[in-house]
T-cell receptor, first 115, second 110 residues
Framework: GENVEQHPSTLSVQEGDSAVIKCTYSDSASNYFPWYKQELGKRPQLIIDIRSNVGEKKDQRIAVTLNKTAKHFSLHITETQPEDSAVYFCAARNAGGTSYGKLTFGQGTILTVHP | KAGVTQTPRYLIKTRGQQVTLSCSPISGHRSVSWYQQTPGQGLQFLFEYFSETQRNKGNFPGRFSGRQFSNSRSEMNVSTLELGDSALYLC?????????FGPGTRLTVL
C-alpha cells in the first residue's frame, strides 16, 4: 500500500521567514496530494491541494510543488506569521483507483513561528 | 453549507465496553471516511462508505465497524474496547477530491 514520509517533524522559524515541509510517497499511482493544517484541539483543515497533472500550485502565501518522477511534494509558506503555527499534514491518494477516498497521511510537522 | 458534524464530542468508556460514534457529512456529500488520530500513529484510515456501501477498509481489527444510512449519515462502532483505542476519531466527507473533516470525537478508554 501507499506510504507517505514527511520531514521535518518539527520546524521553528522567525516571523517573516519561509517554511518548507517535504513529503515523499511510494505509490506511483497516487495522483492527488492535499495538505492539511491542524491547530491545537481543532479539526484538520484543507489548505491547499495539487493533482498529478500540475507541477505547482499557489494560493497567496502558500504554494505546493510536485515532482512525480521523484515522488515527492513540498509545501512552501512564505512570510510566515504566528498564526501559521500548527501541525501540518501531507497526504496522498489514488483518486482513480480502488482506494477511492482513502488518504494516506504523513506523520505531521509541528511548525512554530516565533514573533 | 454546514460543515461536517460529529457526536458526541467526548466519550469516556471502560475496557470491554462498546461505543458508537456518529457523523453527519456536508449536505450533498455521499462519501464518508473515518480516521483514527493518535500521537504515536498519526492519522490512520479506518474505512470509507459511499451510498451505504463500504468501499475501502484500513488495517484495523474487526472490532471496528461502521455503516452508512440512506441520508449519508454514518456511524462507527468499536466493540470490546481496549486501552489502545483511546484516540481522536475523525470523520471526513467528500464529493470529488476535496475531503473535509469533522471536529472529531475524543474517546478515552479507562
Amino acid at each position: 500500500g501507499e506510504n507517505v514520509e514527511q520531514h521535518p517533524s518539527t520546524l521553528s522559524v522567525q516571523e517573516g521567514d519561509s517554511a518548507v515541509i517535504k513529503c515523499t510517497y511510494s505509490d506511483s499511482a497516487s495522483n492527488y496530494f492535499p495538505w492539511y493544517k491542524q491547530e491545537l484541539g481543532k479539526r484538520p483543515q484543507l489548505i491547499i491541494d495539487i493533482r498529478s497533472n500540475v507541477g505547482e500550485k499557489k494560493d497567496q502565501r502558500i504554494a505546493v510543488t510536485l515532482n512525480k518522477t521523484a515522488k515527492h511534494f513540498s509545501l512552501h509558506i512564505t512570510e510566515t506569521q504566528p498564526e501559521d503555527s500548527a501541525v501540518y499534514f501531507c497526504a496522498a491518494r489514488n483518486a482513480g483507483g480502488t482506494s477511492y477516498g482513502k488518504l494516506t497521511f504523513g506523520q505531521g510537522t509541528i511548525l512554530t513561528v516565533h514573533p | 453549507k454546514a460543515g461536517v458534524t460529529q457526536t458526541p464530542r467526548y466519550l469516556i468508556k471502560t475496557r470491554g465496553q462498546q461505543v458508537t460514534l456518529s457523523c453527519s457529512p456536508i449536505s450533498g456529500h455521499r462519501s464518508v471516511s473515518w480516521y483514527q488520530q493518535t500521537p504515536g500513529q498519526g492519522l490512520q484510515f479506518l474505512f470509507e462508505y459511499f451510498s451505504e456501501t463500504q468501499r475501502n477498509k484500513g488495517n484495523f481489527p474487526g472490532r471496528f465497524s461502521g455503516r452508512q444510512f440512506s441520508n449519508s449519515r454514518s456511524e462507527m462502532n468499536v466493540s470490546t474496547l481496549e486501552l489502545g483505542d483511546s484516540a481522536l476519531y475523525l470523520c471526513a466527507s467528500r464529493e470529488g477530491n476535496e475531503q473535509f473533516f469533522g471536529p472529531g470525537t475524543r474517546l478515552t478508554v479507562l
